[in-house]
């Protein structure tokens, strides 16, 4: 059974920055492709930003060019480095690994952004 924990979220103002943080434990993190998602206050679920076993990544358009997604697999650790944060980044976000099967997700961290 793999956890992820989220962290690294918090308040912060229009223009700002954040990095959030997943550790996962088991010795499995190096195998699968692993996902930031966010959610708005009533609205769904999307996907932020991607970043394959290998290493590649993909980015939502709404947050391109503004953040970055990397991993550490010595801390089975993957980041998210937000930049020029907008009020319409506020959301809790979620890590997700993709597994086959049912994937593992996160309990997510709260990211509120203020003008």
């Known amino acids: 059974q793999v956890q992820l924990v989220e962290s690294g979220g918090g308040l912060v103002q229009a223009g700002g920055s954040l990095r959030l943080s997943c550790a996962a434990s088991?010795?499995?993190?190096?195998?699968?492709?692993m996902g930031w998602y966010r959610q708005a206050p009533g609205k769904e679920r999307e996907l932020v930003a991607r970043i394959s076993s290998g290493g590649s990544t993909n980015y939502a358009d709404s947050v391109k060019g503004r953040s970055t997604i990397s991993r550490d697999s010595g801390k089975n650790t993957v980041y998210l480095q937000m930049n020029r944060l907008k009020v319409e980044d506020t959301g809790v976000y979620y890590c997700?690994?993709?597994?086959?099967?049912?994937?593992?997700w996160g309990r997510g961290t709260q990211v509120t952004v203020s003008s």
């Open positions: 997700r690994m993709e597994v086959p099967g049912p994937d593992y």
């Open positions: 088991g010795n499995i993190f190096n195998i699968y492709d």
